[in-house]
């Protein structure tokens, strides 16, 4: 049988891993390029032609309300 070969992370190794994960959902996404060098990447979403969709979506909702108010007046 072939002997069993366990690597073992040194303390200081398994304390930067242990602290990285419980603060990793407060952190910003650090990406390495290489060994030198970190970016920081922060979210930061554009929303603004969401913006514009839900003003068109409820400037046609408001009119067609106002269309079938009319016409109930009208046909009744």
């Known amino acids: 049988m072939s002997k069993k ?3 073992r992370k040194s303390p200081v190794e ?3 891993v242990g602290a990285s994960m419980e603060n990793a959902a407060s952190m910003p996404v ?3 390029f290489n060994t030198k060098t970190t970016y920081v990447q922060a979210f930061n979403p ?3 032609d969401v913006k514009k969709d839900l003003k068109r979506i409820g400037t046609l909702a ?3 309300f106002v ?3 009319a016409l ?3 046909l009744h």
Do not use: G, M, P
Request: proline fraction near 0%; charged fraction near 15%; avoid cysteine.
């Open 5 to 7: 070969n366990k690597q």
């Open 14 to 16: 398994s304390d930067v």
């Open 30 to 32: 650090i990406t390495t």
């Open 46 to 48: 554009d929303y603004s």
């Open 62 to 64: 408001a009119s067609f």
């Open 67 to 69: 269309i079938l108010i």
């Open 72 to 74: 109930s007046f009208i």
